[in-house]
T-cell receptor, first 119, second 115 residues
Framework: AQKITQTQPGMFVQEKEAVTLDCTYD???????LFWYKQPSSGEMIFLIY??????QNATEGRYSLNFQKARKSANLVISASQLGDSAMYFC????????????????FGQGTILTVHP | DGGITQSPKYLFRKEGQNVTLSCEQN?????MYWYRQDPGQGLRLIYY???????QKGDIAEGYSVSREKKESFPLTVTSAQKNPTAFYLC??????????????FGPGTRLTVT
């Protein structure tokens, strides 16, 4: 079974509007972390936001917020006030196990969602 | 400036040749990782290292080898045994160690083409 599932191959949004990118995950470990990365056409991976499984509040970083629904095993990324520079591939990733545990910070990535922002 | 450097950005090789991809970091991170990305796909873990002189296989280690002789360096060799080596290779690092660490920081990547 896929550990990270991103069901939207591509998404379109109008500039200045909000957009939600979906991510569901599968793990039996009670301790895990969820990450979102942005990959522009140049190829580098840019860290956006992190959510720990025991964090009580949804993570926020500027225009990025993570809608964490633990019971549903979903960790959707919300980008508010979209900008043309947000056009990129977005990846959801998961670390299983606690920080400092034997997982050594290994990440499992989803297939990605291509976001296109229209002017 | 702290960061991760990968060189070269583009690499071309003939089939049957081994090739080594460079990855250097000056972030003082303990953990380093190598990923492979194929067109339109997510990242797959090749090898990772938590400390100097120690490394573990990831999900797709066959046909690859690594070394970790220095904390700041984690070179990846793509051997002739790798059946389909043409791909985009990304190196990453994280705080690692006993603190585990949170996010991984990535280098700019090396695009390898084997013909």
């Amino acid at each position: 079974a896929q550990k990270i599932t991103q069901t939207q191959p591509g998404m379109f949004v109008q500039e200045k509007e909000a957009v939600t990118l979906d991510c569901t995950y599968d793990t039996s470990d009670p301790s895990y972390g969820l990450f979102w990365y942005k990959q522009p056409s140049s190829g580098e991976m840019i860290f956006l936001i992190y959510q720990g499984s025991y964090d009580q509040q949804n993570a926020t970083e500027g225009r990025y917020s993570l809608n964490f629904q633990k019971a549903r095993k979903s960790a959707n990324l919300v980008i508010s006030a979209s900008q043309l520079g947000d056009s990129a591939m977005y990846f959801c990733a998961m670390r299983e196990g606690p920080i400092g545990g034997t997982s050594y910070g290994k990440l499992t990535f989803g297939q990605g969602t291509i976001l296109t922002v229209h002017p | 400036d702290g960061g991760i450097t990968q060189s070269p950005k583009y690499l071309f090789r003939k089939e049957g040749q081994n090739v080594t991809l460079s990855c250097e970091q000056n972030l003082n991170h303990d953990a380093m990782y190598w990923y492979r990305q194929d067109p339109g796909q997510g990242l797959r873990l090749i090898y990772y290292s938590q400390i100097v002189n120690d490394f573990q296989k990831g999900d797709i280690a066959e046909g690859y080898s690594v070394s970790r002789e220095k904390k700041e360096s984690f070179p990846l060799t793509v051997t002739s045994a790798q059946k389909n080596p043409t791909a985009f290779y990304l190196c990453a690092s994280s705080i690692g160690g006993t603190s585990g660490g949170y996010e991984q920081y990535f280098g700019p990547g090396t695009r390898l083409t084997v013909t």
